[in-house]
């Protein structure tokens, strides 16, 4: 496994944890980010996922409402919830990866930890927050 795929693996396990638990990222949660890898590079990158994807989830979940259609937020299962705040948030915070990758490592995870259709919804609500993250689904303007 890659080193970023494997940071992305470790990032999930901790913003599941997170989720479910219902805290915020504590002295705790980096030590098990650190002891989760021996890889300095996959520890610095779980943790700015973690970090990252945490803070910033208040926004993801909005785009992930808009995204999904017809799926309250509360009512998707964890995993796959995180999943997509983990992508939404690489895709509209971290220019460094392409959004295509965010992505495809985000239907991998899903493929690999959630249930069967999951990486088919996971694919289709990341296609829709991406649109929305370029400005491409912006409502139109109504002539008149």
């Known amino acids: 496994m890659k080193r970023r795929e494997q940071a992305r693996q470790i ?6 944890q997170l989720d479910v638990r219902r805290e ?7 030590e098990f980010l650190r ?3 021996k890889d300095p590079e996959v520890y610095f990158f779980a943790r700015r996922l973690t970090e990252g994807a945490w803070a910033w989830r208040a926004e993801a979940d909005r785009l992930i409402g808009a995204a999904a259609e017809h ?7 964890v995993l796959d919830r995180n999943v997509l705040r983990l992508a939404a948030y690489e895709i509209s915070q971290c220019p460094d990866i ?7 490592q985000a ?10 259709e999951s990486s088919a919804f996971v694919n289709g609500v990341l296609d829709k927050i991406l649109r929305l993250v370029k400005g491409e689904d912006a409502p139109q303007k109504s002539g008149g």
């Open 11 to 16: 990032a999930l396990q901790a913003l599941y």
């Open 98 to 104: 392409p959004p295509r990758v965010a992505i495809d």
């Open 35 to 37: 002891e989760s890898t």
């Open 24 to 30: 915020d990222v504590t002295a705790e949660m980096i």
């Open 107 to 116: 239907i991998e995870l899903a493929k690999r930890f959630s249930a069967a």
């Open 71 to 77: 799926w309250r937020l509360e009512r998707m299962a």
